[in-house]
C-alpha cells in the first residue's frame, strides 16, 4: 500500500480557492475511480468533487465550512502500488509539455472531471430567484474554444486561505494546455517534520479553536445570533465575490442613462414569428429580441463591446461578442455568456438563450461560459421593476437593464393609445466611451425595439 494526497484542483478558469461544504465519504472508507468524495462551493457554483483514486480514505485534510486554496491538500487515500492515478491528465490531441525524465501521463479515467450534481435546485435568468445552489460540470477548466485569457467571471447583477499546514509539491503545479485542461499531475508533500495524521489532526484542530474561539457564524454561510441579539451570516461563495465584484465596480466612473419606448410592434413582431415555420416551437420572449437589438446596435457603437485594461491604461477590443445574461439565484448572481452572440441569426440567438439559461438552470453551465463575457443584459422586469442602475461587471464597459413592459397611455399617430411600454437602462464605463457613444447605442437599441421590422430589414 501507498499513500496518495489528493490536492484541491482548480474547478473554473482563473479560481483560487473553494469552501468545503460536506464530505461524501469518512477516514476508512473505502472508495472507487470517479467515485463522489465531497461538495465544494467556488465563487460561482456548488461543485461535486470525483476521487482521482481508487482506494481507503486515510484522512481529510478540512473541515465542512473550511477554504482551501487550489493546490492544498484536500483528502489523503491508501491505495494498492501501482493501482492509482492522478485524475489531472493531458486531454486527448494535447501536445506533451513535459521535458525530459517526466513520468509518462496516464489515460484520463471515464468521467474524471467533475460532474453536475443530481437532483439541483434551478436558477432563473434574472426572471425570479431559487433557492438553490447553481452546479457546475465538467471542469478542470475551460472549454476547447475559451479563450486563452480569461475575462471577467462575474457580472455586476450576476455577479459575479487555507487553514492548516502549508503544502509543499514534490513536482512544479499544474501547467495548462491552450484548452485550459490540466496537464501535469502533481503529488503533495507535507513539510519536512510533519506526519500526515498529526497533519490532519492539526488542520482539525485549528478548525475547532476557530470555531470556539467565538465565531458568530460557520463559514459555510449558516446563521449565528449574538448576545444583543443581532443574527449575523457569514458572506462566501457566490455572495463573496458579489460583494468583491461590486466594491470593484463601485470605483470604475459608470454613467447610467434612461429611455422608454414603446415596444408594442416589437412584441407583435414577436408574435408573428412564434406562428412561422423557422419560429414555431421555438421560445421567444423580449429578452431574445433585445438581445438581438444590442448586437445589431453595436455595430454602429462597437466601443461599448471593449474593456479598460487597468494595468496598461489601454482600451481593449475583443473580436467577438460574448453576451452575458443574468441568473438570479439566491446565493447570488451569475453571468453566463453566449459567445459571438452577434454572428447568429436570430432562430439561432433563440436558442442559444434557451439553452444558456436551461443550463444555468439545471446546473450544467461549463466553467468557460462564466469567463470572457464581453457586454450583458440583466431583465429586471421580471420583477415588476420599471427601471434599474446596475452596476458594471467588472471587466466590461456596458450593461443594459430591461424594465418592465407595461400598458400605459402613449401618443401614437396623433392620439393617446394604451401601448406596451417599457423603460431601457444603459450604465457604461465613462473612461472608454462618452454621453455621445452611450447615448447612440441606448437610442439604436429602443429604435430597434419599436420597429424591428425596419431594424431588421437594414440591418
Given at each position: 500500500?501507498s ?5 484541491l ?10 469552501e468545503?461544504?460536506?464530505w ?7 472508495v472507487?475511480?470517479?467515485q463522489i468524495?465531497?461538495?465544494v462551493e ?23 465550512g ?7 491538500p ?8 501501482g493501482?492509482g ?10 501536445e ?13 479515467p471515464v468521467g474524471a472531471?467533475v460532474?453536475a ?11 425570479g430567484?431559487?433557492?438553490g ?11 476547447p474554444?475559451?479563450?486563452v ?8 447583477h450576476?455577479?459575479?486561505?487555507g487553514r ?6 514534490s513536482k ?9 485542461r490540466l496537464?501535469?499531475?502533481f503529488?503533495?508533500?507535507r513539510?519536512a517534520?510533519v506526519?500526515?495524521s ?10 475547532a479553536?476557530?470555531r ?5 457564524t ?13 443574527v449575523?451570516t ?5 455572495r463573496r ?5 461590486m466594491?470593484?465596480s463601485a470605483?470604475?466612473?459608470q ?5 422608454t419606448?414603446d415596444?408594442t410592434?416589437g412584441?407583435r ?7 412561422t415555420?423557422?419560429?414555431r ?10 438581445a ?7 455595430e454602429s ?6 474593456r479598460?485594461?487597468?494595468?496598461t491604461?489601454?482600451i481593449?477590443?475583443?473580436p ?5 445574461i443574468?441568473?438570479?439565484?439566491q446565493?447570488g448572481l ?5 459567445r459571438?452572440a452577434a454572428?447568429?441569426?436570430?432562430p439561432?440567438?433563440a436558442?442559444?438563450?434557451?439553452a444558456?439559461v ?14 470572457g463575457g464581453?457586454?450583458t443584459i ?5 420583477f415588476?421593476?420599471d427601471a434599474?442602475?446596475?452596476?458594471l461587471n467588472p471587466?466590461e464597459t456596458?450593461i ?11 401618443e401614437?399617430?396623433g ?11 444603459l450604465?457604461f464605463d ?6 455621445e457613444?452611450?447615448s447612440?447605442?441606448?437610442r439604436d437599441v ?12 437594414v440591418?
Open positions: 500500500m499513500v496518495k494526497e489528493f490536492a484542483p482548480d474547478l473554473g478558469e482563473g479560481l483560487t480557492e473553494s468545503v461544504v460536506a461524501r465519504v469518512s477516514v476508512g472508507e473505502t472507487e475511480l470517479n468524495i465531497a461538495e467556488t465563487a460561482k457554483a456548488l461543485v461535486e468533487v470525483p476521487s482521482p483514486f481508487a482506494g481507503v480514505v486515510r484522512a481529510l485534510h478540512a473541515e465542512p473550511e477554504t482551501l486554496e487550489v493546490g492544498a484536500l483528502m489523503s487515500f491508501d491505495v494498492d502500488d493501482s492515478g492522478s485524475a489531472d491528465v493531458v486531454p486527448e490531441g494535447a506533451a509539455d513535459a521535458s525530459a525524465g517526466e513520468p509518462a501521463r496516464v489515460p484520463e472531471a460532474g450534481a443530481s437532483g439541483t435546485r434551478s436558477g432563473r435568468p434574472v426572471v430567484h431559487d433557492s445552489r447553481p452546479r457546475v460540470e465538467a471542469a478542470t477548466g475551460p472549454g474554444n475559451a479563450p485569457e480569461g475575462g471577467a467571471d462575474e457580472e455586476r450576476a455577479m459575479l486561505v492548516g499546514p502549508k503544502a509543499q509539491s512544479r503545479p499544474q501547467r495548462r494546455s491552450r484548452s485550459g496537464v501535469e499531475p503529488v503533495w508533500e513539510p517534520g506526519g500526515k498529526s497533519a490532519a489532526a492539526s488542520v482539525r484542530s485549528e478548525a479553536t476557530d470556539a474561539a467565538g465565531s458568530a460557520e463559514s459555510s454561510g449558516s446563521r449565528g445570533e449574538t448576545a444583543s441579539g443581532e449575523r457569514a458572506a462566501t461563495g457566490v465575490r458579489t460583494a468583491e465584484a466594491a470593484r470605483a470604475v466612473p454613467v447610467t442613462e434612461f429611455l419606448v415596444v410592434r412584441i413582431l414577436l408574435d408573428r414569428l412564434a406562428d415555420a423557422e419560429f416551437g421555438r421560445r421567444l420572449t423580449v429578452l431574445t429580441l433585445a438581438r437589438a444590442l448586437c445589431l446596435a453595436l457603437t462597437p466601443e461599448a463591446n471593449t479598460w485594461d487597468e494595468t491604461g489601454e481593449v477590443a475583443p467577438t461578442v460574448n453576451l452575458g443574468a441568473v438570479a439565484m446565493r451569475v453571468v453566463p455568456n453566449i459571438d454572428s447568429m441569426r436570430m439561432d440567438l436558442d442559444a438563450l434557451v444558456l436551461d443550463r444555468a438552470r439545471s446546473g450544467k453551465s461549463t466553467p468557460s461560459e462564466f469567463s464581453t457586454i440583466t431583465n429586471v422586469g421580471v415588476g421593476v434599474g442602475t446596475p452596476l471587466g456596458a443594459l437593464a430591461l424594465g418592465a413592459v407595461a400598458r400605459r397611455p402613449w401614437h399617430k392620439k393617446v393609445r394604451l401601448r406596451q411600454v417599457m423603460t431601457l437602462s450604465t465613462h473612461r472608454v466611451i462618452d454621453g457613444q452611450g447612440r447605442l441606448l429602443a429604435r430597434i425595439l419599436s420597429d424591428p421590422a425596419t431594424a431588421l430589414a440591418a
